[in-house]
């Protein structure tokens, strides 16, 4: 069955340092999310995407993130002068389309830790 | 604003018996649609059963169901002859404006 990948699995990165994490979106779909988890929190809602521009962002997502699809098959999130606070779980997902209700695909997730 | 509330952080059952999971959202949309998401240990998120808020008839998937009361705004996972493997995370989502607004997880154990 096909899969969203991501990678890597866990990071550890100094306070300051910049990040990106990587998916590799289900290959016929169109709708790209970012989704992130802090620990102990509920799961939220960081940013869509789709034909290479951004559809719609969380208040969450401020000029310190960015996404990116550099080519066909990769989808990145780019987390620039990280914080202690930007410690979290980092969900990656996508969908064949954008109807209500159209079943979203999720990956393993990547494990930030920013010390 | 849209919200979504699990009010069981934790519970376990033995293997074999029925477990309830409950879910209480809020939204002023007129149509929208509930999920239920595991979470395994091995941390990806895997699609359960899915309910569109106009169906009346609760959605079946195997051995999990829903009980869906819209007018409650309520929405439980029923896991039958619950198994070894359905031990994990169990997050409610509703989506709704193109974003899945989510619970805070019920942990389900099972236990042989």
């Known amino acids: 069955e096909p899969e969203v990948t991501q990678t890597p699995s866990h990071q550890v990165t100094q306070m300051g340092q910049e990040v990106i994490l990587r998916c590799v979106p289900i290959?016929?779909?169109?709708?790209f999310y970012w989704y992130r988890q802090i620990l102990g929190q509920k799961v939220e809602f960081l940013v869509s995407?789709?034909?290479?521009?951004?559809?719609?962002k969380s208040e969450i997502f401020d000029d310190q993130f960015s996404v990116e699809r550099p080519d066909g098959s990769n989808f990145t999130l780019k987390i620039r002068s990280t914080k202690l606070e930007d410690s979290a779980m980092y969900f990656c997902?996508?969908?064949?389309?954008?109807?209500?209700?159209?079943?979203?695909?999720f990956g393993e997730g990547s494990w930030l830790t920013v010390v | 604003a849209q919200t979504v509330t699990q009010s069981q952080p934790e519970m376990s059952v033995q293997e074999a018996e029925t477990v309830t999971l409950s879910c209480t959202y809020d939204?002023?949309?007129?149509?929208?649609?509930l999920f239920w998401y595991k979470q395994p240990p091995s941390r990806q998120m895997i699609l359960v059963i899915r309910?569109?808020?106009?169906k009346q008839q609760n959605a079946t998937e195997n051995r999990f169901s829903v009980n869906f009361q819209k007018a409650a705004k309520s929405f439980s996972l029923k896991i039958s002859d619950s198994q070894l493997g359905d031990t994990a995370m169990y997050f409610c989502?509703?989506?709704?404006?193109?974003?899945?607004?989510w619970g805070a997880g019920t942990k389900l154990i099972i236990k042989p």
């Open positions: 939204t002023s949309e007129s149509n929208y649609y």
């Open positions: 290959s016929n779909h169109l709708y």
């Open positions: 989502a509703l989506d709704s404006n193109y974003q899945l607004i």
């Open positions: 997902a996508s969908s064949e389309d954008r109807v209500a209700g159209n079943t979203i695909y």
């Open positions: 309910q569109e808020a106009y």
């Open positions: 995407f789709y034909n290479n521009e951004i559809s719609e």
